[in-house]
């Protein structure tokens, strides 16, 4: 099979949409904001703080603000709720893309921004930024953020699952997709009518699964990408990421077509081997407990 040549979506930087300029293209558009969140208490609250005081209370561009409490062991859900964010919870599954198809059912905008809750020193730009395309652009369905990743402060060496794992394997099977700069970014949206088609990986797979699906949907014409800036969030250690990293490659060997176990086992010498649930939901609209939002 022929190699189907990469070209990089419309790319554009945060700086390009300013909010005043978004509220005036937002017209009746709502716009849900989604925090999928396990054990981050540390970081909700101050997320969730700035934008309802930036982007509800001052200007009114964010219509509604959720965080999905994915089994925390913690205090997230009690924070985030403090700090003013609806808070609903993963029941029958979990996961991060379990806590993203749980945002779809219980969330009611037209335009549904998801951004990930441990991060420091939140930019509103995340938001701003990923909203831009979507409602300035009627033919873009899905946007994908990037940004610098620093390692432990260090201003480079983050990202280690997506240039070990995910850009390998999009270089093999999906070379379509190799201008998007952060294939698991964390930080993406989309017009619901959309991403109420797509399946969703309950684990860390869902974030290359979604775009892979995402692009089989509307094409490559259908999605764009933002500059989001400077990315400043909790960097795990190698033994946390090698789970996550079965996960990424296991959604993308189902969407090239290769079967794999849905329940292996990570072995690794001198650890007692790590059982893995890999699981996908069907897309929201093919589920029973999905009610799309009414006009």
Same mark, same amino acid.
């Given at each position: 099979?022929?190699?189907?040549?990469?070209?990089?979506?419309?790319?554009f930087?945060?700086?390009?949409?300013?909010?005043?300029?978004?509220?005036?293209?937002?017209?009746?558009?709502?716009?849900?904001?989604c925090?999928?969140?396990?054990?981050?208490?540390?970081?909700?609250g101050?997320?969730?703080?700035?934008?309802?005081?930036?982007?509800?209370?001052?200007?009114?561009?964010?219509?509604?603000?959720?965080?999905?409490?994915?089994?925390?062991?913690?205090?997230?859900?009690?924070?985030a709720?403090?700090a003013?964010?609806?808070?609903v919870?993963?029941?029958?599954?979990?996961g991060?893309?379990?806590?993203?198809?749980?945002?779809?059912?219980?969330?009611?905008?037209?335009v549904?921004?998801?951004?990930?809750?441990?991060?420091?020193?939140?930019?509103?730009?995340?938001?701003?930024?990923?909203?831009g395309?979507?409602?300035?652009?009627?033919?873009?369905?899905?946007?994908?953020?990037?940004?610098?990743?620093?390692?432990?402060d $260090?201003?480079?060496?983050?990202g280690?699952?997506?240039?070990?794992? *995910? !850009? @390998?394997?999009? #270089?093999? /099977?999906?070379? =379509? &997709?190799?201008?998007?700069?952060?294939?698991?970014?964390?930080?993406?949206?989309?017009?619901?009518?959309?991403?109420e088609?797509?399946?969703?990986?309950?684990g860390?797979?869902?974030?290359?699964?979604?775009?892979?699906?995402?692009?089989?949907?509307?094409?490559?014409?259908?999605?764009?990408?933002?500059?989001?800036?400077?990315?400043?969030?909790?960097?795990?250690?190698?033994?946390?990421?090698s789970?996550?990293?079965?996960?990424v490659?296991?959604?993308?060997l189902? $969407?090239?077509?290769?079967?794999?176990?849905?329940?292996?086992?990570? *072995? !690794? @010498?001198?650890? #007692?081997? /790590?059982?893995? =649930? &890999?699981?996908?939901?069907?897309?929201?609209l093919?589920?029973?407990?999905?009610r799309?939002?009414?006009?």
């Open positions: 099979m022929a190699a189907v040549p990469s070209a990089s979506p419309p790319t930087h945060h700086r390009d949409f300013a909010v005043e300029d978004l509220v005036a293209a937002k017209g009746d558009t709502r716009v849900s904001v925090l999928p969140a396990r054990d981050e208490e540390a970081t909700v101050a997320i969730v703080d700035a934008i309802r005081t930036r982007l509800v209370d001052d200007v009114a561009l964010v219509d509604e603000l959720l965080v999905v409490d994915d089994h925390s062991s913690d205090r997230t859900a009690a924070v709720a403090d003013g964010a609806a808070v919870h993963t029941t029958d599954g979990q991060k893309g379990e806590a993203l198809w749980t945002s779809m059912l219980a969330s009611k905008g037209d549904v921004v998801w951004c990930d809750a441990d991060v420091r020193e939140f930019d509103l730009a995340f938001v701003t930024g990923l909203l395309p979507l409602l300035t652009r009627p033919g873009i369905g899905f946007v994908k953020g990037f940004y610098e990743r620093p390692l432990n $260090r201003q480079e060496g983050g280690r699952v997506t240039e070990l794992v *995910a !850009r @390998p394997l999009i #270089a093999l /099977l999906f070379p =379509e &997709l190799a201008g998007i700069v952060q294939p698991l970014s964390g930080e993406y949206a989309g017009r619901r009518e959309v991403l088609r797509l399946p969703f990986v309950q860390y797979g869902v974030d290359l699964g979604l775009l892979v699906d995402v692009v089989r949907l509307v094409g490559p014409e259908g999605i764009a990408q933002v500059d989001l800036g400077v990315r400043y969030h909790r960097n795990r250690p190698l033994a946390e990421l789970p996550q990293a079965v996960e490659m296991e959604a993308a189902r $969407r090239a077509g290769v079967e794999t176990d849905p329940r292996p086992e990570l *072995a !690794r @010498p001198g650890d #007692a081997p /790590l059982a893995l =649930e &890999l699981g996908e939901r069907p897309p929201p093919e589920s029973p407990a999905y799309r939002p009414a006009p």
